[in-house]
């Protein structure tokens, strides 16, 4: 059988014209290099080399097969390559999964742009998706990476890295009595009926502190869809801080929460075991450039313009 070997050792007699010189090359002995051309003559029951006491050259049979043996060489040579840059991380593919509100935040892009410019020739694919479905798709590998809003209930074996952190603000009609106060207690809230988004907790957190139990009249799913719900009802809705920024609708003002604010995180999840080195080194990307943005004081918020 004809193996590798050989062909390297073809190649540098082609090239040398030289058993010797190519023996030299390869690091082997004259009489070890005769024998590899040997043995691939007879393999191929043909005459590769013309060989007198002057000269060597290559018969028209062995000019062609040069042609397919540095062709065959060459991609060893990318298939090799290709093996240790995925080893590294440098290629390969990622399904990365968030919730809207890290694309919002300016977190999503922050990491997305950075990896991208680390390792160009990684695929990443990214989608929005219902946090409901993040943590089984995690577990069957239809997602590698997921950018949540804990809290978040995820099958053994799936670990989350907080990677930003903001505070919870009120959303409310702007024609409403809260939007003129400087900041809201959250026991001013028990009479109202809340819009939900994915994530409840913001909004049950107030309800403790006011010591009520909030009264959902809508869970529409998206941010943008909840502020907009917001903006056509008397309803009031308990959102990150990043959609001060971010979600600019009409009708709709935001007030911060009066006390201790209450934050709200963001955080990548992946599976603990984790094998593919590109996916790995996203992980440890994100590490490195983690960071805790915590949204402004009372007065702060309020100096800035808010639809109205």
Not at 34 to 61: C, D, G, P, Y
Not at 185 to 196: E, H, K, M, Q
Request: with cysteine.
């Amino acid at each position: 059988m004809m193996e590798f070997r050989h062909f390297r050792c073809f190649a540098e007699v082609a090239t040398q014209l030289h058993f010797t010189r190519a023996a030299e090359e390869l690091g082997i002995s004259t009489p070890a290099i005769s024998k590899q051309i040997r043995e691939m003559e007879t393999l191929l029951n043909v005459r590769l080399f013309n060989r007198t006491k002057r000269s060597v050259t290559l018969t028209s049979a062995g000019q062609l097969f040069l042609v397919e043996v540095q062709l065959a060489m060459a991609q060893f040579d990318r298939a090799e390559e290709t093996a240790r840059r995925a080893g590294r991380g440098e290629i390969g593919r990622i399904e990365l999964g968030y919730v809207a509100s890290a694309a919002f935040s300016g977190l999503f892009q922050q990491q997305l742009s950075r990896y991208r410019e680390a390792y160009p020739a990684v695929q990443v694919n990214s989608r929005e998706i219902s946090m409901r479905a993040m943590p089984e798709m995690l577990e069957a590998g239809a997602l590698d990476l997921a950018f949540v809003r804990p809290p978040i209930n995820f099958p053994p074996g799936i670990d989350a890295m907080a990677v930003l952190r903001e505070n919870y603000v009120v959303a409310v009609p702007t024609n409403s009595r809260f939007a003129d106060l400087t900041a809201i207690r959250a026991a001013d809230l028990a009479t109202s009926n809340f819009i939900v988004p994915e994530q409840v907790e913001g909004t049950l957190a107030v309800g403790r502190r006011g010591k009520f139990t909030p009264r959902i009249s809508a869970a529409p799913g998206g941010l943008v869809a909840v502020i907009a719900a917001v903006s056509i009802s008397q309803d009031v809705a308990i959102v990150p801080y990043s959609a001060v920024d971010h979600i600019r609708i009409p009708g709709v003002t935001y007030r911060p929460l009066a006390g201790k604010p209450i934050e709200t995180e963001i955080a990548l999840t992946y599976r603990r075991h984790e094998r593919a080195p590109a996916v790995r080194a996203f992980i440890e990307q994100v590490k490195l450039l983690s960071k805790d943005v915590v949204g402004p004081a009372a007065n702060s918020i309020n100096s800035r313009k808010t639809q109205r």
